[in-house]
C-alpha cells in the first residue's frame, strides 16, 4: 500500500530546531517534487516550502526564509523539513505532500492537486 507519513514533531522552546521527516512506503520519494504545509487549527491549510525532483527549493512563506530548509535523502527514502529558530507563530500541524510536477509550483495549489499527503505532524512551538 502506497504512505506518506510525517513524523518528528514535538514540543520546542522559542529559539530551538526541530527537524521533521516525510517517509514513504509504496513509493518513491525521488520521484516527486514534495511540499510542505502547515495548519494551526481554525486557519487554512498555507504552503511552506516546497522542494522540485527538479530544481531546488521554493519558499511559499516569506517569515521562514533563512530558518527553515528541506533536504531530500534518497538513501532512506525520505525528505526531512529542518526548522531552526522556530517562533510560536510556527506552531501548528504539518504535512508533506507528492506533486507529480516536475518543479515547484509558483503558488501552493489545492488539496487535490498533490497526490500523497500524510497524516501531519504536530509542531507546539511555546516555553
Known amino acids: 500500500q502506497l504512505q506518506v507519513a510525517e513524523s518528528g514533531g514535538g514540543l520546542v522552546q522559542p529559539g530551538g530546531s526541530q527537524t521533521l521527516s516525510c517517509a514513504a512506503s509504496g513509493v518513491t520519494l525521488a520521484g516527486y517534487t514534495i511540499a510542505w504545509f502547515r495548519q494551526v487549527a481554525g486557519k487554512e491549510r498555507e504552503g511552506v516550502l516546497c522542494i522540485g525532483r527538479i530544481g531546488g527549493i521554493t519558499y511559499y512563506t516569506d517569515s521562514v526564509k533563512g530558518r527553515f530548509t528541506v533536504i531530500r535523502n534518497s538513501a532512506n527514502n525520505t525528505v526531512s523539513l529542518q526548522m531552526n529558530s522556530l517562533k510560536p507563530e510556527d506552531t501548528g500541524v504539518y504535512y508533506c505532500?507528492?506533486?507529480?510536477?516536475?518543479?515547484?509550483?509558483?503558488?501552493?495549489?489545492?488539496?487535490?492537486?498533490?497526490?500523497?499527503w500524510g497524516q501531519g505532524t504536530q509542531v507546539t512551538v511555546s516555553s
Open positions: 505532500a507528492t506533486d507529480t510536477n516536475p518543479f515547484c509550483r509558483r503558488v501552493p495549489s489545492t488539496y487535490e492537486d498533490y497526490g500523497y
